[in-house]
């Protein structure tokens, strides 16, 4: 299986209506490919925070249909990354897009964990809260988000969902990018599953982003990795290691649920 992370650089110089244009492009560039990955928020930066609810789309907006004819151009599956979106009611969430080959959307993920604490996204976004894999023809696929990479329960519930490989997006500060690498591999480790983490390159709204896009496998080997500026990662795996990983090694039948809190004397 191929796949390809395109570590976008966001400029604030570049509309987000030239973007949204030269990211088609260059997905469609990847013909070939089995899977293209984008990363979070790559309309808009994702520590814009100004620009979310201005830029934000509905659902099926621009972004969505250019995202839809680059995947059927290219021929691929198409996690699109995320945008932030506008639903009926009005509230926003940093939604992922995912499609088929032939542009139909097989999947939509809202971010559960939004990060900033008091502020930016944690504010301004509302929080999803349901877990989205999606069956591609060599793997079942667990879709998450940035912060998301910090709460290893999440890809638990993805591993009990059917998930072999995690497809993240991201906007990764630099200035914790020891994180990034660290927890990608143990991601893959503990669930015994690829990790293909995408990220961004250049500066949102001030904020240095780390790059270095990531491919790990079960054992929690770096297939391979970006450097800091825009790039596109192209790696071909066995989707199939993860099975016979966790066959050799059946770690995940260990587990052990609902253990209670200790009891006070």
């Known amino acids: ?152 329960e999440l890809f638990r519930g993805l591993v009990d969902a059917g998930a072999e490989t995690f497809v993240l997006s991201a906007g990764w500060p630099e200035r914790r990018r020891s994180h990034w690498t660290l927890l990608a591999q143990a991601r893959a480790v503990e669930n015994q599953s690829f990790v293909l983490a995408c990220g961004t390159a250049g500066d949102h709204a001030g904020v240095p982003q780390a790059g270095h896009s990531i491919v790990v496998d079960p054992w929690g080997e770096v297939l391979a990795e970006a450097g800091a500026g825009e790039e596109i990662l192209t790696v071909d795996f066995d989707p199939g290691r993860t099975a016979t990983t966790r066959d050799q090694f059946p770690a995940l039948k260990d587990r052990v649920l609902g253990l209670a809190a200790p009891r006070r004397p």
């Open 1 to 152: 299986m191929r796949a390809s992370l395109i570590q976008i650089a966001v400029d604030e110089d570049e509309s987000v209506a030239s973007r949204r244009e030269r990211v088609a492009s260059l997905v469609r560039e990847q013909a070939g490919a089995d899977l293209v990955v984008l990363p979070e928020l790559w309309t808009t930066g994702a520590f814009a925070y100004e620009l979310f609810d201005r830029e934000a789309e509905p659902l099926q907006g621009p972004t969505f249909e250019a995202m839809a004819k680059a995947a059927t151009d290219a021929g691929v599956w198409l996690h699109a990354g995320s945008i932030p979106e506008r639903d009926p009611s009005g509230s926003l969430f940093n939604t992922s897009l995912v499609f088929s080959p032939s542009g139909e959307l097989a999947a939509v993920y809202r971010k559960i964990h939004r990060f900033g604490f008091d502020r930016g996204e944690a504010v301004l976004m509302s929080a999803g809260d349901e877990l989205v894999t999606v069956r591609l023809p060599d793997t079942t696929i667990g879709v998450a988000t940035c912060y998301d990479l910090r709460f290893p």
